[in-house]
């Protein structure tokens, strides 16, 4: 799928949306984890709202870490209108909090887009794998250091 890049007014090329979920029937300490393609903030939830998963409730809103962003909209407009974001009162990163519209509350992981195939791919595998690691920021401490213990 190409694009526009607004700001530099260049075609941009994106990749299918990198989201894996957990299974909602088992208990685990991340729902899952997504791979964006860059750091602007606006571009990247439209594609993940656009393409969620059909069998999931729509995103409405999302809280999210200043730190893993280069932009900050308080609204993003997607293909069904547009959603609420904010950021976290205080640094928490590298994780997104969205709210569907069923009330359920998703925490994913939010993957740095600046990783390899290899330790993207990877990053996706562990944020659905029970007890990788202790926290997001260690998960992705393992994955950089390409330690799988």
């Not at 941009?12 to 208990?27: A, C, G, N």
């Not at 562990?126 to 390409?146: D, H, M, N």
Request: negative net charge.
């Amino acid at each position: 799928m190409t694009s526009t890049d607004h700001q530099l007014n260049t075609p941009v090329t994106r990749v299918p949306l990198r989201l894996r979920l957990s299974d909602p029937e088992r208990p685990h300490p991340l729902d899952g984890g997504w791979w964006p393609q860059s750091r602007n903030l606006g571009a990247e939830m439209a594609d993940l709202v656009n393409n969620f998963p059909a069998e999931r409730a729509r995103i409405v809103r999302a809280l999210y870490s200043p730190p893993d962003w280069d932009d900050a909209p308080k609204r993003v407009t997607t293909s069904r209108g547009y959603i609420e974001t904010a950021a976290f009162a205080r640094d928490f990163s590298p994780v997104m909090i969205l709210t569907t519209s069923d009330r359920e509350k998703l925490c994913l992981l939010v993957i740095p887009s600046d990783l390899t195939e290899a330790q993207g791919a990877a990053a996706l595998e562990a944020a659905v794998t029970p007890y990788f690691a202790t926290s997001p920021t260690q998960l992705l401490t393992k994955i950089r250091e390409g330690s799988q213990d």
